[in-house]
Nanobody, 124 residues
């Protein structure tokens, strides 16, 4: 399994950006996916998660109402639409795929496959 993230960039505060993560391999629709982020000098943190079917989603409190995670199981791609961006959203964003079918979304140890990260920078 390989995950390739793309779509990061520089945006002004209040702006929008959509990042994508294309996955290789089979059975994409069977696994939960998530986005994490890591800012310089900080620990990696959970941002949003989505079930294999796409029916269930989960967000960290600070992005609720601003970010939307979605997936296209035909294209084997997961997306993160980010609106009303704030400078504190600046980080490298990583997509991740669960290793198996159990557990919640927020624990990074549940994810065995990670993308390379895409940088999102929000200027004030």
């Amino acid at each position: 399994v390989q995950l390739q993230a793309s779509g990061g960039g520089l945006v002004q505060a209040g702006g929008s950006l959509r990042i994508s993560c294309a996955a290789s391999g089979r059975s994409f629709s069977l696994y939960d996916m998530a986005w994490f982020r890591q800012a310089p000098g900080k620990e990696r943190e959970f941002v949003a998660g989505i079930s294999g079917s796409g029916v269930s989603t989960y967000y960290r409190d600070s992005v609720k109402g601003r970010f939307t995670i979605s997936r296209d199981n035909v294209k084997n791609t997961v997306y993160l639409q980010m609106n009303s961006l704030k400078p504190e959203d600046t980080a490298s964003y990583y997509c991740a795929r669960k290793t198996d079918y159990s557990g919640g979304y927020t624990d990074s140890s549940m994810y065995g496959y990670w993308g390379q990260g895409t940088q999102v920078t929000v200027s004030s």
